[in-house]
């Protein structure tokens, strides 16, 4: 699987948009980008996913670069329960494939709102 | 919302006991995952299964072991539970029958082993 590089930290007014960059350079043709994120104690939540084109849920936005090598997840309104860290992962989504599912977390980004 | 539960929430144990953390998810999904996380540290895969009796080690080494005789029940048992053992222990589950079907986890499981 493609590594991803984001930064350790990232601090946010409550209100505003919370851009959190991610690096996957190595990022392979039938590789997604998955975006969860982590509340103290509690296990990841899935917050959104895409191949190359952009994508929108009712949590956040994701930006994929057009030649794919990094992206940026978008929380438009960041609230100060949004304070968590934020993981962005690489990963085949072929479902015949061992590797599908097998998601590699790293140290991900620590988002933190404040008032 | 993600219908998967572990149990117990917390756990404190003395070194050698045998423990069983449970999960189940009433989602009828086929792949479950377990994995590992120190406090302050990333998540580490040590287990999943892709359906009812298939069972894989996962990434990281783990003394555990694992067993998946219904689909919606992914118990982890430790036969003799040592300090290094002490970690939160999450337990996820995915759907098979779709492409780039997110994980979703569960809360945990803390162990303390003393």
């Known amino acids: 699987d493609a590594k991803t590089t984001q930064p350790p930290s990232m601090d946010c007014a409550e209100g505003r948009a919370a851009n959190l960059p991610c690096n996957h350079s190595?990022?392979?043709?039938?590789?997604?980008v998955y975006w969860y994120r982590q509340i103290h104690s509690q296990g990841p939540q899935y917050i959104i996913h895409g191949l190359k084109n952009n994508e929108t849920n009712e949590m956040a936005s994701l930006i994929i670069t057009e030649d794919r090598k990094s992206s940026t997840l978008i929380l438009p309104h960041a609230t100060l329960r949004d304070t968590a860290v934020y993981y962005c992962?690489?990963?085949?989504?072929?479902?015949?494939?061992?590797?599908?599912?097998?998601?590699?977390f790293g140290q991900g980004t620590i988002l933190t709102v404040h008032p | 919302e993600a219908d998967i539960y572990q149990t117990p929430r917390y756990l404190v144990i003395g070194t050698g006991k045998k423990i069983t953390l449970e999960c189940s998810q009433t989602m009828g999904h086929d792949k479950m995952y377990w994995y590992q996380q120190d406090p302050g540290m990333e998540l580490h895969l040590i287990h999943y299964s892709y359906g009812v009796n298939s069972t894989e080690k996962g990434d990281l080494s783990s003394e555990s072991t694992v067993s998946r005789i219904r689909t919606e029940h992914f118990p982890l048992t430790l036969e003799s539970a040592r300090p290094s053992h002490t970690s939160q222990y999450l337990c996820?589950?995915?759907?098979?029958?779709?492409?780039?079907?997110?994980?979703?986890f569960g809360n945990g499981t803390r162990l303390t082993v003393t």
């Open positions: 996820a589950s995915s759907e098979s029958g779709r492409a780039n079907s997110p994980l979703h």
């Open positions: 992962i690489v990963s085949p989504a072929n479902a015949g494939g061992t590797s599908y599912g097998k998601l590699t």
């Open positions: 190595t990022i392979s043709g039938n590789e997604y």
